[in-house]
């Protein structure tokens, strides 16, 4: 990690952007193992997750935080909140666009927020393998006239394509200084975290349309035995009608999230895993800040 005048390059980047235009997918690409869920549903992440890069240029610590949008509830104003607060705390900011030449007014928005800092940005144009290289130049043009970026960098978060530009790209605006972490560490997010989120993955994947925010996980229990690791989680939902649904026909839909987010747990804690699910109803919980706070999200940190 050393540079030839025998120091390193270490500070933190954010990933900003509107929901669903791929941050967890491009983080979890570039320090190369899964901490952040993925969705193709907007509002995916809902915490500030720190995730770590260490190379031989230096060290990049990277936060992935919840999409910018026009809030409806109280956990949205948190998630909002926790985004904007960002902007100002890093070294620099990676604005994740789609390759796209409409500019909306969701895109507007965040424009509006980046004008007002003084933190480097540096526009990524993400998912550039769904469109034909030779459009690429035209949404650079459209993009470049809403502001003055740092630097412009196409990526397929997906295939990894341009992420090497993107890291270099990153390093040029860290100002040097000893690393954060040791070289070994990916993310500061607790183990019980990054289980709960697995577990709220496979069941946004698994319920589709039918419950679009509402669910929340937490993890009752996780003991560490000889062979095997016992998980007992609770999936929380809004509604009573929303548990059957969970539940699905002889608990047959439960069975299915357990089953499909096992094994991502069992390659995270390295054990063969045990996992007993439960649903409960909180209703209106998303407004609630005790629950709010109960589930991890607390209110006071957006302000």
């Not at 994740?96 to 509006?112: D, K, M, R, S």
């Amino acid at each position: 990690m050393k540079q030839d005048n025998g120091q390193y390059k270490s500070g933190f980047a954010t990933l900003i952007g509107r929901p669903n235009v791929g941050k967890s997918t491009l983080m979890n690409y570039l320090i190369g193992q899964k901490i952040a869920i993925t969705s193709n549903k907007p509002q995916t992440t809902r915490n500030r997750i720190q995730t770590v890069y260490t190379s031989e240029e230096g060290q990049i610590v990277f936060l992935d935080t919840p999409g910018i949008h026009r809030a409806k509830t109280k956990l949205g104003n948190y998630m909002v909140g926790v985004a904007e607060r960002t902007l100002s705390e890093v070294d620099v900011i990676l604005w994740l666009v789609e390759p796209t030449n409409y500019v909306g007014a969701g895109e507007q928005h965040i424009v509006e927020r980046l004008q007002k800092i003084k933190t480097p940005v540096i526009l990524v144009i993400n998912k550039i393998d769904t469109v034909k290289k030779e459009e690429i130049l035209l949404f650079i043009d459209t993009y470049r006239k809403l502001m003055n970026f740092a630097e412009i960098v196409p990526v397929s978060a997906r295939k990894g394509d341009g992420t090497k530009d993107l890291i270099s790209c990153v390093m040029k605006y860290l100002p040097y200084g000893q690393p954060f972490y040791d070289e070994d560490t990916v993310t500061d997010q607790p183990i019980r975290q990054i289980v709960a989120e697995l577990i709220r993955e496979k069941a946004l994947k698994c319920l589709e349309d039918e419950i679009p925010h509402g669910v929340a996980v937490m993890i009752e229990s996780m003991h560490y035995k000889k062979h095997i690791v016992e998980i007992e989680a609770t999936i929380v939902c809004e509604r009573e009608s929303h548990k059957g649904i969970i539940i699905g026909k002889q608990g047959q839909m439960l069975k299915k999230i357990g089953s499909l987010a096992r094994p991502e747990i069992e390659e995270l804690v390295e054990s063969q895993v045990n996992l007993k699910l439960w649903v409960k109803v909180k209703r209106d919980w998303r407004d609630s800040d005790f629950l709010l706070k109960n589930f991890g999200y607390n209110p006071g940190d957006s302000e």
